[in-house]
Structures are given as C-alpha cells and as structure tokens.
C-alpha cells in the first residue's frame, strides 16, 4: 500500500521530495503546520484558497463538483481541521465503515442512518443510496426539538457525540427502532456509555476519528481496535506516562495525503487480546490530549486517571470539568438541586481526585457548569496560568 502511495506522494508539494523513500525517512509533521497550508497537502494542484472555499461553500450546503471539502467539529479551543474526499475516497470510506462497524445481516436490510453532528458532508450523506435512508440533524437545534425530529424520523442507526447522547437519556428520550448507536468527535468512558444503555436501552460504541483519518472503532466484543489495515499509525511515548501519541499516515489517502502526522490525542494501549478476529491493535479509549496531561512538580496525571477517579464517584450521568493548574485544581460541577449533584457528593468527589491522583495541591469545587458549550467538550483541562 505505501508503494502505490508513492505517485500520489510526489504530486503533494509538502511530501513531494520525499517521494520513493521508506515511511522512516519522512519528517513528523504537527498538525498546526498541516492545517496553515492545505495547498501544500493536496495532490489535485489546489491551492489554500480554493480548498478553503470550498469547504466554506459545502457548510452551507453548496455542493461544487463531485469533490467534497468541509470542516471538522474542532477540538475544546475552537481549532477546525479541512478535510478533502474524492467520490471514490468516500466510496471507501463508507465501506471500510460499514464493514467495521455493522454486521452483515444488517447492511442486507433497509436501515435509516441519523448523523447528529455539528454538519453533514457528502463524506457521510453518500451513505443514502441503496438500502440507506439518511438524514443529518444539527446540533444547533435544542434538545427537545432534536429528540422530536429524531422520533420521527425513527432511525434503526444513530450517531452523535456522547454528551449528546448522554443529555437524551438524561431527558428520557425513546427511539423504538433504535438498533444500532455509535458515539464519536469527542471522548466517553465505560461509566458514560453504561448510563446511556440503561436510558436508551442499546449501548454505543465509539468510533475513533479526526480530521486526519478514520484510526479505530470498538468492536462487538466492546474492545477499540486501531484501523491498522489502512493506517499506519506510529506510537511515539509521551514522557512521565505510560501512553502515547499517534503519528498518522493513512495508507488510503489519496486527494490530500497524510503521513507522519503528529497527532494530540493522548492513548494507552490495551495489553489483553480480543477474541473478535480483527488484528488491528487494542487501545483505551482516548480521554483527553497530550496538553492536556496534568503536569505538577514531580507528579504526571492523565486524563484517563482524573477520569476514573472522578466518575467511580460521580458516575456517568454528571456533567463535570476538572481544569488544573500549578498552584490548584479546579472542579467544575452542575448547580445543585434535588436532582443533581448535593454538596457532599461534590465533596466527596473533589476528595477522591485528591487521594486516587495524590495531588500535591488543593481541590476546589464551584457549581458553574450547567451544561456542555460548543460542538465539543472537555472534561480534562490543563492551564499553565
């Protein structure tokens, strides 16, 4: 595959002198230099310009051509990423999708796929020719209007981010049809992902995926396998912790290339194998970024530690932030209400991110955080100020 990448390679002004060389011999690229030149990382002659427009255009629901550009949700500080798809780039997508993430019998049926995301792209609505009905539902319109439309249209299939899914079951929203439901564009936890089972009555599973590439889907054992039969995903240590970073190259990208692309999310491998057959490696499920590592005087805390810390007390149905700093840490909680969060509870969870982390410095709690802003969320911050 990183053979037949080669012509395409050497059409990439950014990639272009590389062109014939081993994957080795490729600098690491950080994502902030891919995203201020899209020019340099196309192959099909385009400039910035052109690419940015055309992805402007595709927002607003301007389709130019048989070409697909859009904007990716974005990560907690607001950064979008363009990503561009031939017809036979979404092709391939959506097969590697289908084939990883439903059963067979299920593609020989008809089936109506619901994307709940900040917008749709022809990289997704291709999916409604044949036996797929598909509608997209943005996440500007509310709650209770987005649970209404959703019941209406009756999707056997749902995908949407997890704190979305979260604040239906919380509603008590029902989908009878409901078979299948997938969350992805920001991380979940096994607390989360139990919550939502119980209210909606199907548990999600969670796709893996950035502006870079399509890099894992849980399997139906449950278990997060890396898309290794078309990512070459290297995994460079993160310092003072046992995870990594992933440096991206997808071996299927063709209209804008991607090689050894340094992304931020911070992961952990699984050691335990899967039963299932796929022999894509085994990963945690990402909760949070690199700089998001909490990184104290002698001390390392991950997401995944603040995570599960947190939520073997608070569980999975509580919105919270926990931000930290040098001189403290800073927990954010729902106002109180007979409903919600009492104040021992918040005590006792401020405590147990103390004790579980040991931190060298004090937990406050402030109930400020009544609900998710943005089309992405972050439950794990690290300021330096």
Known sequence: MWRKLQPVIARTPALARYAGRDLAEFPVTEIADLRADYGAWNSLGMSDEELRGLAA????????????AGWSTGTGRGARGLFLASPAERADY????????????????RQRLALHLRASNALYSDVGRGRFTFAHFPLEASIKQSIAELAHFEPTILIAPPHRLATFAAAGAHFSSLQHLFCGSEPTSEAECDFINERLGVRPRQIYQSTEGFLATECANGRLHLNDHAMAIELEPVPGTPGYRPIITDLRRTSQPIVRVRGDDYLELDPHTCPCGFAGRVIH?????????WRFEGLTVTP???VTALEAVLGGDKIWQAEAGPERVVLHLSPPCPASISTPSATTAARALSQACDLPVPVEVFHDLSAWSGPKRRKVVWRDG
Do not use: Y
């Open 304 to 306: 995944p530690q603040v």
């Open 57 to 68: 255009a595709a927002e607003q629901g301007s389709a130019v051509g048989e070409l697909s």
């Open 94 to 109: 959506i097969g590697q999708s289908l084939a990883r993430l439903l059963p067979a019998r299920t593609l020989l049926k």
């Open 285 to 293: 499920a990402p909760q949070g970024r690199v700089n998001d590592i």
